[in-house]
Protein backbone atom coordinates (compact mmCIF):
# COMPACT_ATOMS: atom_id res chain seq x y z
CA UNK A 1 0.00 0.00 0.00
CA UNK A 2 3.25 2.15 -0.13
CA UNK A 3 2.80 2.90 -3.70
CA UNK A 4 -1.27 4.04 -3.29
CA UNK A 5 -0.44 6.15 -0.32
CA UNK A 6 2.05 7.77 -2.93
CA UNK A 7 -0.45 7.95 -5.57
CA UNK A 8 -3.03 9.76 -3.15
CA UNK A 9 -0.45 12.01 -1.84
CA UNK A 10 0.13 13.60 -5.33
CA UNK A 11 -3.02 13.49 -6.03
CA UNK A 12 -4.20 16.22 -2.74
CA UNK A 13 -1.36 18.15 -4.33
CA UNK A 14 -2.71 18.55 -7.55
CA UNK A 15 -6.08 19.60 -5.87
CA UNK A 16 -4.15 22.02 -3.39
CA UNK A 17 -4.36 20.34 -0.44
CA UNK A 18 -0.55 21.06 0.00
CA UNK A 19 2.19 22.22 -1.82
CA UNK A 20 5.48 20.27 -1.83
CA UNK A 21 9.36 20.74 -3.08
CA UNK A 22 10.28 19.85 -6.83
CA UNK A 23 12.06 17.25 -5.97
CA UNK A 24 9.40 15.55 -3.86
CA UNK A 25 6.60 16.11 -7.02
CA UNK A 26 9.11 14.53 -9.65
CA UNK A 27 9.46 11.55 -8.01
CA UNK A 28 5.69 11.40 -7.43
CA UNK A 29 5.28 11.99 -10.88
CA UNK A 30 7.90 9.29 -12.09
CA UNK A 31 6.24 6.60 -9.77
CA UNK A 32 3.23 7.43 -11.47
CA UNK A 33 3.72 7.16 -14.77
CA UNK A 34 5.59 3.93 -14.23
CA UNK A 35 1.93 2.59 -13.55
CA UNK A 36 0.16 1.22 -10.17
CA UNK A 37 1.11 -2.28 -9.14
CA UNK A 38 0.33 -4.07 -6.20
CA UNK A 39 -2.96 -2.54 -5.57
CA UNK A 40 -6.03 -4.30 -4.90
CA UNK A 41 -9.63 -3.28 -5.91
CA UNK A 42 -11.47 -4.18 -2.61
CA UNK A 43 -9.33 -2.49 -0.45
CA UNK A 44 -9.09 0.67 -3.23
CA UNK A 45 -13.24 0.57 -2.94
CA UNK A 46 -12.77 0.62 1.13
CA UNK A 47 -10.55 3.85 0.33
CA UNK A 48 -12.85 5.54 -1.92
CA UNK A 49 -16.32 4.73 0.79
CA UNK A 50 -13.96 6.48 3.36
CA UNK A 51 -13.44 9.22 1.07
CA UNK A 52 -17.04 10.79 1.42
CA UNK A 53 -16.14 10.55 5.57
CA UNK A 54 -14.24 13.84 5.57
CA UNK A 55 -16.76 16.23 3.44
CA UNK A 56 -19.95 14.47 4.96
CA UNK A 57 -18.83 14.03 9.08
CA UNK A 58 -16.55 16.34 9.66
CA UNK A 59 -19.32 18.95 8.42
CA UNK A 60 -17.59 20.49 6.00
CA UNK A 61 -20.27 20.05 2.69
CA UNK A 62 -22.87 20.30 6.05
CA UNK A 63 -21.83 23.73 6.70
CA UNK A 64 -22.20 25.28 3.48
CA UNK A 65 -25.90 23.38 3.08
CA UNK A 66 -27.37 24.30 6.42
CA UNK A 67 -25.22 27.31 8.10
CA UNK A 68 -26.21 29.54 4.46
CA UNK A 69 -29.79 28.76 5.55
CA UNK A 70 -32.64 29.74 7.91
CA UNK A 71 -32.45 26.29 9.41
CA UNK A 72 -28.50 27.01 11.10
CA UNK A 73 -26.17 29.15 12.39
CA UNK A 74 -22.92 29.06 14.09
CA UNK A 75 -23.33 32.44 16.25
CA UNK A 76 -19.72 34.08 17.84
CA UNK A 77 -20.28 33.64 21.49
CA UNK A 78 -17.48 35.74 22.73
CA UNK A 79 -13.84 34.53 22.15
CA UNK A 80 -15.50 31.22 20.51
CA UNK A 81 -16.78 30.40 17.95
CA UNK A 82 -15.06 33.30 16.20
CA UNK A 83 -12.67 32.08 13.34
CA UNK A 84 -12.22 35.34 11.83
CA UNK A 85 -15.96 35.76 10.88
CA UNK A 86 -15.98 32.49 8.73
CA UNK A 87 -19.01 31.18 9.97
CA UNK A 88 -20.71 34.32 9.88
CA UNK A 89 -19.63 34.96 6.15
CA UNK A 90 -21.41 31.57 5.11
CA UNK A 91 -24.74 32.67 7.44
CA UNK A 92 -24.94 36.16 6.26
CA UNK A 93 -23.70 35.03 2.31
CA UNK A 94 -20.93 37.19 2.59
CA UNK A 95 -18.01 34.61 1.81
CA UNK A 96 -15.50 35.35 -0.57
CA UNK A 97 -13.20 32.44 -2.65
CA UNK A 98 -10.64 31.94 0.73
CA UNK A 99 -13.30 30.98 3.04
CA UNK A 100 -11.30 27.54 4.65
CA UNK A 101 -14.88 25.56 4.40
CA UNK A 102 -15.34 26.13 0.78
CA UNK A 103 -11.78 25.16 -0.14
CA UNK A 104 -11.47 22.28 2.33
CA UNK A 105 -15.55 20.91 0.87
CA UNK A 106 -13.93 21.15 -2.28
CA UNK A 107 -11.19 19.68 -2.03
CA UNK A 108 -12.50 16.47 -0.06
CA UNK A 109 -14.90 15.92 -2.64
CA UNK A 110 -12.46 15.96 -5.52
CA UNK A 111 -10.56 12.93 -3.35
CA UNK A 112 -13.24 10.87 -3.43
CA UNK A 113 -14.00 11.25 -7.06
CA UNK A 114 -10.39 10.65 -7.43
CA UNK A 115 -10.68 7.56 -5.46
CA UNK A 116 -13.19 6.28 -7.26
CA UNK A 117 -11.56 6.37 -10.21
CA UNK A 118 -8.36 4.94 -8.52
CA UNK A 119 -11.19 1.94 -8.47
CA UNK A 120 -12.16 1.42 -11.68
CA UNK A 121 -8.32 1.34 -13.36
CA UNK A 122 -7.75 -1.87 -10.70
CA UNK A 123 -9.15 -4.64 -12.50
CA UNK A 124 -12.86 -4.06 -10.57
CA UNK A 125 -15.11 -6.78 -10.31
CA UNK A 126 -18.83 -5.41 -12.23
CA UNK A 127 -20.41 -4.63 -8.43
CA UNK A 128 -16.83 -3.17 -7.15
CA UNK A 129 -16.99 -1.11 -10.47
CA UNK A 130 -20.72 0.04 -10.23
CA UNK A 131 -20.44 0.61 -6.62
CA UNK A 132 -17.25 3.18 -7.58
CA UNK A 133 -19.01 4.59 -10.15
CA UNK A 134 -22.02 5.69 -7.67
CA UNK A 135 -18.80 7.32 -5.40
CA UNK A 136 -17.70 8.85 -8.02
CA UNK A 137 -21.15 10.15 -9.31
CA UNK A 138 -22.17 11.47 -5.61
CA UNK A 139 -19.03 13.50 -4.81
CA UNK A 140 -19.00 15.11 -8.32
CA UNK A 141 -23.32 15.51 -7.95
CA UNK A 142 -21.86 17.66 -4.72
CA UNK A 143 -18.95 19.82 -6.48
CA UNK A 144 -21.95 20.62 -9.42
CA UNK A 145 -24.56 21.46 -6.69
CA UNK A 146 -22.60 23.69 -4.61
CA UNK A 147 -20.09 25.51 -7.04
CA UNK A 148 -21.51 24.91 -10.62
CA UNK A 149 -19.10 23.67 -12.37
CA UNK A 150 -17.04 19.95 -12.06
CA UNK A 151 -13.30 19.38 -12.60
CA UNK A 152 -12.44 16.17 -13.91
CA UNK A 153 -9.45 14.04 -14.64
CA UNK A 154 -10.24 11.14 -17.50
CA UNK A 155 -6.64 10.08 -17.35
CA UNK A 156 -5.57 8.70 -14.27
CA UNK A 157 -1.85 8.27 -15.51
CA UNK A 158 -1.01 12.11 -17.07
CA UNK A 159 -0.88 14.22 -13.66
CA UNK A 160 1.08 16.46 -15.89
CA UNK A 161 -2.12 17.98 -17.49
CA UNK A 162 -4.54 19.23 -14.88
CA UNK A 163 -8.12 18.37 -14.45
CA UNK A 164 -10.73 19.63 -17.18
CA UNK A 165 -13.72 21.19 -16.00
CA UNK A 166 -17.35 20.03 -17.16
CA UNK A 167 -19.49 23.06 -17.25
CA UNK A 168 -23.52 22.45 -16.09
CA UNK A 169 -24.62 20.55 -19.30
CA UNK A 170 -21.83 18.60 -19.50
CA UNK A 171 -21.63 17.38 -15.65
CA UNK A 172 -25.50 16.38 -15.68
CA UNK A 173 -24.55 14.12 -18.58
CA UNK A 174 -22.03 12.42 -17.41
CA UNK A 175 -23.05 11.75 -13.72
CA UNK A 176 -26.41 10.40 -15.43
CA UNK A 177 -24.81 8.43 -17.73
CA UNK A 178 -22.41 7.08 -14.86
CA UNK A 179 -25.47 6.04 -12.94
CA UNK A 180 -27.23 4.38 -15.53
CA UNK A 181 -24.28 2.83 -16.33
CA UNK A 182 -23.62 1.50 -12.76
CA UNK A 183 -26.92 0.21 -12.26
CA UNK A 184 -27.62 -3.13 -13.44
CA UNK A 185 -24.58 -4.11 -11.32
CA UNK A 186 -25.19 -2.53 -8.57
CA UNK A 187 -27.05 -5.01 -5.53
CA UNK A 188 -30.64 -4.94 -4.84
CA UNK A 189 -30.29 -5.46 -1.13
CA UNK A 190 -27.81 -5.31 1.15
CA UNK A 191 -26.74 -3.01 4.26
CA UNK A 192 -27.25 0.76 3.20
CA UNK A 193 -23.93 1.77 3.60
CA UNK A 194 -23.45 -0.56 0.52
CA UNK A 195 -24.07 1.35 -2.76
CA UNK A 196 -27.07 0.03 -4.42
CA UNK A 197 -29.68 0.12 -7.24
CA UNK A 198 -32.03 2.33 -4.96
CA UNK A 199 -29.03 4.56 -3.91
CA UNK A 200 -28.28 5.27 -7.92
CA UNK A 201 -32.11 5.63 -8.23
CA UNK A 202 -32.32 8.47 -5.40
CA UNK A 203 -29.05 10.37 -6.66
CA UNK A 204 -31.05 10.06 -10.38
CA UNK A 205 -33.94 11.37 -8.75
CA UNK A 206 -32.05 14.67 -7.01
CA UNK A 207 -30.50 15.22 -10.21
CA UNK A 208 -33.17 15.19 -12.48
CA UNK A 209 -35.07 17.08 -9.78
CA UNK A 210 -32.52 20.10 -9.83
CA UNK A 211 -31.67 19.67 -13.41
CA UNK A 212 -33.01 23.03 -14.88
CA UNK A 213 -31.53 24.97 -10.99
CA UNK A 214 -28.45 23.34 -12.32
CA UNK A 215 -28.87 25.09 -15.51
CA UNK A 216 -30.28 28.42 -14.83
CA UNK A 217 -30.49 28.67 -11.11
CA UNK A 218 -31.99 32.44 -10.80
CA UNK A 219 -34.55 31.12 -13.14
CA UNK A 220 -35.05 27.73 -13.01
CA UNK A 221 -37.17 25.69 -15.49
CA UNK A 222 -38.73 22.26 -14.31
CA UNK A 223 -39.01 20.06 -17.79
CA UNK A 224 -42.32 17.67 -17.52
CA UNK A 225 -40.21 15.09 -19.16
CA UNK A 226 -37.62 15.56 -16.09
CA UNK A 227 -40.26 15.30 -13.54
CA UNK A 228 -41.79 12.39 -14.51
CA UNK A 229 -38.58 10.87 -14.21
CA UNK A 230 -38.22 11.72 -10.95
CA UNK A 231 -41.51 9.99 -10.49
CA UNK A 232 -40.85 6.83 -12.45
CA UNK A 233 -37.70 6.31 -10.24
CA UNK A 234 -39.33 6.70 -7.19
CA UNK A 235 -42.19 4.04 -7.85
CA UNK A 236 -38.83 2.05 -8.93
CA UNK A 237 -37.85 2.80 -5.06
CA UNK A 238 -41.24 2.13 -3.56
CA UNK A 239 -41.74 -1.51 -5.83
CA UNK A 240 -38.48 -2.39 -4.36
CA UNK A 241 -40.45 -2.57 -1.27
CA UNK A 242 -36.81 -2.49 1.17
CA UNK A 243 -38.37 0.56 2.56
CA UNK A 244 -41.32 1.93 4.61
CA UNK A 245 -41.70 5.03 6.83
CA UNK A 246 -40.28 4.71 10.49
CA UNK A 247 -43.54 4.33 12.29
CA UNK A 248 -44.92 7.05 14.76
CA UNK A 249 -42.05 7.30 17.80
CA UNK A 250 -39.50 5.85 15.56
CA UNK A 251 -38.02 8.91 13.62
CA UNK A 252 -34.51 8.79 15.11
CA UNK A 253 -34.20 4.89 14.55
CA UNK A 254 -32.56 6.66 11.41
CA UNK A 255 -30.03 8.45 13.31
CA UNK A 256 -29.54 6.38 15.79
CA UNK A 257 -26.49 4.88 17.08
CA UNK A 258 -28.31 1.12 15.60
CA UNK A 259 -29.81 2.39 12.42
CA UNK A 260 -28.17 0.06 10.43
CA UNK A 261 -30.62 -2.49 11.89
CA UNK A 262 -33.40 -0.05 13.25
CA UNK A 263 -34.14 2.55 10.51
CA UNK A 264 -36.41 1.25 7.86
CA UNK A 265 -35.78 4.46 5.26
CA UNK A 266 -32.61 4.54 5.25
CA UNK A 267 -31.02 3.80 1.93
CA UNK A 268 -27.66 5.36 1.42
CA UNK A 269 -25.56 6.10 4.79
CA UNK A 270 -21.72 6.39 5.11
CA UNK A 271 -20.28 3.70 7.44
CA UNK A 272 -19.11 4.04 11.11
CA UNK A 273 -18.47 1.43 13.23
CA UNK A 274 -16.28 1.38 16.83
CA UNK A 275 -12.64 -0.25 16.14
CA UNK A 276 -13.53 -0.66 12.96
CA UNK A 277 -14.00 2.40 10.43
CA UNK A 278 -15.79 5.35 10.24
CA UNK A 279 -15.89 9.05 10.20
CA UNK A 280 -16.58 11.85 12.64
CA UNK A 281 -20.03 11.27 13.96
CA UNK A 282 -19.61 12.77 17.12
CA UNK A 283 -18.92 16.11 15.58
CA UNK A 284 -23.06 16.12 15.25
CA UNK A 285 -22.77 16.59 19.36
CA UNK A 286 -19.84 18.45 19.88
CA UNK A 287 -20.72 21.23 17.49
CA UNK A 288 -24.29 22.29 19.83
CA UNK A 289 -23.75 20.25 22.85
CA UNK A 290 -23.23 22.98 25.74
CA UNK A 291 -19.58 22.23 27.87
CA UNK A 292 -21.29 21.28 31.19
CA UNK A 293 -23.82 18.78 29.27
CA UNK A 294 -23.55 14.74 28.68
CA UNK A 295 -22.03 14.54 26.11
CA UNK A 296 -20.19 17.24 26.65
CA UNK A 297 -19.48 19.33 23.22
CA UNK A 298 -18.19 23.14 22.19
CA UNK A 299 -21.40 25.07 22.65
CA UNK A 300 -21.56 26.44 19.27
CA UNK A 301 -24.23 26.21 16.47
CA UNK A 302 -28.30 26.53 16.84
CA UNK A 303 -31.25 26.86 14.82
CA UNK A 304 -33.26 30.37 14.40
CA UNK A 305 -36.62 30.78 16.28
CA UNK A 306 -38.53 31.55 12.64
CA UNK A 307 -36.93 27.57 11.54
CA UNK A 308 -38.48 26.30 15.10
CA UNK A 309 -41.89 27.79 14.63
CA UNK A 310 -42.53 26.24 11.13
CA UNK A 311 -42.64 22.52 13.51
CA UNK A 312 -46.57 21.89 14.95
CA UNK A 313 -46.66 21.24 18.79
CA UNK A 314 -46.63 17.57 19.37
CA UNK A 315 -44.58 16.60 15.89
CA UNK A 316 -42.20 14.27 16.83
CA UNK A 317 -39.71 15.25 14.78
CA UNK A 318 -39.38 18.61 17.17
CA UNK A 319 -37.95 15.76 20.05
CA UNK A 320 -38.83 13.33 22.39
CA UNK A 321 -37.54 11.20 24.75
CA UNK A 322 -36.18 8.44 22.82
CA UNK A 323 -35.16 5.20 24.47
CA UNK A 324 -32.88 2.81 22.71
CA UNK A 325 -30.80 -0.19 23.31
CA UNK A 326 -27.29 1.31 23.56
CA UNK A 327 -28.59 4.25 26.03
CA UNK A 328 -27.20 3.85 29.53
CA UNK A 329 -28.08 7.10 30.90
CA UNK A 330 -30.99 6.72 33.44
CA UNK A 331 -32.86 9.78 32.03
CA UNK A 332 -35.43 9.58 35.45
CA UNK A 333 -36.82 12.51 34.16
CA UNK A 334 -37.56 11.11 30.59
CA UNK A 335 -36.01 14.54 29.25
CA UNK A 336 -35.87 14.81 25.80
CA UNK A 337 -32.51 13.92 24.06
CA UNK A 338 -33.05 14.07 21.16
CA UNK A 339 -34.29 16.66 18.86
CA UNK A 340 -34.40 20.68 19.14
CA UNK A 341 -33.48 21.49 22.85
CA UNK A 342 -35.24 24.31 24.02
CA UNK A 343 -35.55 25.89 27.92
CA UNK A 344 -33.64 24.32 30.94
CA UNK A 345 -31.53 21.73 30.39
CA UNK A 346 -30.42 18.99 32.79
CA UNK A 347 -28.43 16.25 33.89
CA UNK A 348 -29.66 13.66 32.01
CA UNK A 349 -28.39 11.02 35.18
CA UNK A 350 -30.17 12.74 38.13
CA UNK A 351 -32.59 14.88 36.75
CA UNK A 352 -30.69 18.06 38.42
CA UNK A 353 -30.65 21.27 36.21
CA UNK A 354 -27.66 22.43 34.70
CA UNK A 355 -25.91 25.99 34.89
CA UNK A 356 -24.14 27.54 32.49
CA UNK A 357 -20.13 27.73 32.65
CA UNK A 358 -20.14 31.61 31.73
CA UNK A 359 -21.67 33.07 33.44
CA UNK A 360 -21.41 30.42 35.86
CA UNK A 361 -24.53 31.95 37.74
CA UNK A 362 -26.71 31.33 34.51
CA UNK A 363 -29.11 28.49 34.36
CA UNK A 364 -28.14 26.40 31.37
CA UNK A 365 -31.54 27.77 29.72
CA UNK A 366 -31.56 27.81 25.62
CA UNK A 367 -33.44 30.40 24.13
CA UNK A 368 -35.70 31.11 21.22
CA UNK A 369 -33.69 33.61 20.45
CA UNK A 370 -29.90 34.90 19.25
CA UNK A 371 -28.30 37.15 17.23
CA UNK A 372 -24.97 36.31 15.27
CA UNK A 373 -23.37 37.86 18.33
CA UNK A 374 -23.97 36.50 21.75
CA UNK A 375 -23.44 38.84 24.82
CA UNK A 376 -24.36 39.05 28.44
CA UNK A 377 -26.57 36.65 30.26
CA UNK A 378 -27.01 34.04 27.00
CA UNK A 379 -23.48 34.39 25.58
CA UNK A 380 -23.53 30.63 26.21
CA UNK A 381 -27.34 29.94 26.32
CA UNK A 382 -28.76 31.91 23.25
CA UNK A 383 -30.32 29.26 20.57
CA UNK A 384 -32.32 26.49 20.49
CA UNK A 385 -29.91 23.55 19.71
CA UNK A 386 -30.51 20.30 17.38
CA UNK A 387 -29.31 16.89 18.41
CA UNK A 388 -30.73 14.83 15.47
CA UNK A 389 -28.66 11.49 16.06
CA UNK A 390 -28.84 10.27 19.61
CA UNK A 391 -25.42 9.85 21.15
CA UNK A 392 -24.16 6.28 21.50
CA UNK A 393 -23.34 5.45 25.06
CA UNK A 394 -22.39 2.12 24.29
CA UNK A 395 -18.86 3.40 23.16
CA UNK A 396 -16.93 4.83 26.12
CA UNK A 397 -14.85 7.01 23.48
CA UNK A 398 -13.76 7.48 20.23
CA UNK A 399 -15.46 5.98 16.63
CA UNK A 400 -19.47 6.01 17.56
CA UNK A 401 -21.67 3.59 15.50
CA UNK A 402 -24.57 6.03 13.96
CA UNK A 403 -23.79 5.24 10.36
CA UNK A 404 -23.88 8.89 8.78
CA UNK A 405 -27.36 8.95 6.58
CA UNK A 406 -27.30 10.58 3.09
CA UNK A 407 -30.09 9.41 1.21
CA UNK A 408 -33.87 8.04 3.11
CA UNK A 409 -36.90 7.34 2.11
CA UNK A 410 -39.44 10.02 3.35
CA UNK A 411 -37.37 12.06 1.04
CA UNK A 412 -38.11 9.79 -1.83
CA UNK A 413 -42.12 10.78 -1.55
CA UNK A 414 -41.49 14.27 -0.92
CA UNK A 415 -39.25 14.35 -4.20
CA UNK A 416 -42.15 12.67 -6.27
CA UNK A 417 -44.80 15.25 -4.88
CA UNK A 418 -42.69 17.87 -5.73
CA UNK A 419 -42.27 16.51 -9.23
CA UNK A 420 -45.94 15.72 -9.65
CA UNK A 421 -47.02 19.67 -8.37
CA UNK A 422 -44.02 20.78 -11.27
CA UNK A 423 -45.67 19.18 -13.82
CA UNK A 424 -45.29 15.84 -13.55
CA UNK A 425 -47.69 12.95 -14.27
CA UNK A 426 -49.97 12.94 -11.44
CA UNK A 427 -52.53 14.91 -9.08
CA UNK A 428 -52.47 17.26 -6.57
CA UNK A 429 -54.47 14.84 -4.70
CA UNK A 430 -51.52 11.83 -5.06
CA UNK A 431 -49.05 15.01 -4.16
CA UNK A 432 -50.92 15.91 -0.93
CA UNK A 433 -51.65 12.17 -0.02
CA UNK A 434 -48.04 11.28 0.04
CA UNK A 435 -46.89 14.06 1.58
CA UNK A 436 -49.33 13.19 4.87
CA UNK A 437 -48.39 10.00 4.92
CA UNK A 438 -45.17 11.40 6.27
CA UNK A 439 -47.08 13.43 8.20
CA UNK A 440 -49.11 11.31 9.88
CA UNK A 441 -46.25 8.80 10.85
CA UNK A 442 -44.91 11.82 12.86
CA UNK A 443 -47.84 12.92 15.07
CA UNK A 444 -48.77 15.66 12.87
CA UNK A 445 -52.13 16.02 10.95
CA UNK A 446 -53.08 15.76 7.59
CA UNK A 447 -52.40 18.75 5.66
CA UNK A 448 -55.98 19.57 3.70
CA UNK A 449 -53.98 21.57 0.62
CA UNK A 450 -50.34 21.12 -0.97
CA UNK A 451 -48.45 24.31 -2.13
CA UNK A 452 -45.24 24.50 -3.41
CA UNK A 453 -44.87 26.84 0.13
CA UNK A 454 -46.37 24.35 1.94
CA UNK A 455 -43.99 21.43 0.40
CA UNK A 456 -40.45 23.37 1.46
CA UNK A 457 -41.43 23.93 4.90
CA UNK A 458 -42.52 20.10 4.83
CA UNK A 459 -38.86 19.12 3.40
CA UNK A 460 -37.81 21.85 5.89
CA UNK A 461 -39.43 19.55 8.93
CA UNK A 462 -38.63 16.24 7.97
CA UNK A 463 -35.26 16.65 6.37
CA UNK A 464 -34.11 19.44 8.93
CA UNK A 465 -30.18 19.56 9.09
CA UNK A 466 -29.14 16.77 6.86
CA UNK A 467 -27.42 18.93 4.61
CA UNK A 468 -30.28 19.56 1.91
CA UNK A 469 -31.78 23.20 3.23
CA UNK A 470 -29.47 25.26 0.75
CA UNK A 471 -30.40 22.96 -2.11
CA UNK A 472 -33.90 23.53 -1.63
CA UNK A 473 -33.89 26.87 -0.59
CA UNK A 474 -32.40 27.74 -4.20
CA UNK A 475 -35.03 25.27 -6.17
CA UNK A 476 -37.91 27.17 -4.74
CA UNK A 477 -36.37 30.10 -5.05
CA UNK A 478 -35.93 31.81 -1.57
CA UNK A 479 -32.23 31.31 -1.02
CA UNK A 480 -31.25 35.18 -1.77
CA UNK A 481 -34.67 35.99 0.22
CA UNK A 482 -33.67 37.73 3.88
CA UNK A 483 -34.48 35.46 7.36
CA UNK A 484 -32.80 35.89 11.03
CA UNK A 485 -29.80 37.41 10.84
CA UNK A 486 -28.94 37.58 7.34
CA UNK A 487 -30.32 40.68 4.97
CA UNK A 488 -31.72 39.88 1.77
CA UNK A 489 -28.72 38.93 -1.14
CA UNK A 490 -26.85 41.65 -2.55
CA UNK A 491 -27.24 39.68 -5.87
CA UNK A 492 -27.65 36.25 -7.59
CA UNK A 493 -23.87 35.34 -7.66
CA UNK A 494 -24.09 33.77 -4.34
CA UNK A 495 -26.75 30.96 -5.67
CA UNK A 496 -23.49 29.34 -6.72
CA UNK A 497 -19.88 29.69 -3.82
CA UNK A 498 -16.99 30.52 -5.37
CA UNK A 499 -14.49 28.50 -6.35
CA UNK A 500 -12.02 28.59 -3.55
CA UNK A 501 -8.71 30.92 -4.48
CA UNK A 502 -5.94 27.32 -4.20
CA UNK A 503 -8.17 25.62 -6.46
CA UNK A 504 -7.35 28.04 -9.17
CA UNK A 505 -4.11 28.39 -8.03
CA UNK A 506 -3.53 24.63 -9.01
CA UNK A 507 -5.81 24.21 -11.57
CA UNK A 508 -6.05 26.97 -14.77
CA UNK A 509 -8.56 24.97 -16.28
CA UNK A 510 -10.90 26.55 -13.35
CA UNK A 511 -12.25 29.86 -14.00
CA UNK A 512 -13.93 32.20 -10.98
CA UNK A 513 -17.51 32.29 -10.94
CA UNK A 514 -19.40 35.48 -11.45
CA UNK A 515 -19.49 37.90 -9.04
CA UNK A 516 -16.42 36.76 -7.10
Known amino acids: MNTFKKYCTFFLIVAGLSLSCTDLDEQLRSELEQGITNVNAADLLIGAYSALNEPYQQEQRWVLEEISTDAAMAPTRGGDWDDNGIHRAIHQHTWNADNSYMNNTFRTLLTAQFQASNVLRNNPTPQQAAEARFIRALSMYDV ?10 EDLDNFREPPTTLQPTEAIDFITSELN ?3 SDLPTSGAAYVASQNAARILLMKLYLNKGVFLDRQNPTFDPADMDQVISL ?3 ITASNRYQLSPPGKYFDNFAPHNHTASTENIFTLYNEFGVRGGSIDRTWNTVAHYNMTPGGWNGWCTLSDFYDLFDEGDERL ?20 GFLIGQQYNLANDQPLMARNPSSQPLVFTREVTIRTSGNTLETAGIRVMKYAFDYGVPSGQRNNDWVVFRYADVLLMKAEAILRGGTGTPAEALTLVNSIRTNRNVAALGTLTLDELIDERGRELYWEGWRRQDLIRFGKFLEPWQEKPADPGPHTLVYPIPSQQIAVNPNLEQNPGY
Open 234 to 236: ADQ
Open 181 to 183: AAL
Open 144 to 153: LNLWGVVPYR
Open 319 to 338: GIYYEYPADTMANPGKRRNV
